[in-house]
């Protein structure tokens, strides 16, 4: 087998699973598909009605741990009605070659017959 960057360590310190913290969840790759596709910036309300059923709790919890792992930033303007955006920091657009070969990959093995 070929030598991988993350076999020296146990997994549980490797980079693997570091990358993995960082887009772990259902709907992390997804907003950054998203927020990629949009950029500068996109408002909550696009991000929602841009991914199919999820709760305006759930973007919002997911928002804020993105947020804090310095992957999106999150832009208030102060107005009435609120107005907030949110977009892609650099640590967050790093990402974007590795969701590039999740969706080649995808594209190369989606007609695979598996049986």
Sequence with gaps: MENHHCAEDHFENSGFNYTLSMIRGKYKIVILY?????????????????????????????????????????????????????????RGKSLVPILDMLCQWGNNHKNDKLA
Excluded at 62 to 78: A, G, H, N, S, V
């Design 34 to 90: 998203w927020l990629n596709e949009n950029q500068p910036s996109m408002r909550f309300n696009e991000l929602k009605r841009s991914i199919n059923n999820i709760s305006f709790k759930t973007l919002s919890n997911t928002l804020k741990e993105m947020e804090k792992d310095k992957l999106i930033f999150r832009k208030e303007y102060p107005q009435i009605p609120p107005k907030v955006e949110y977009g892609l920091l650099d």
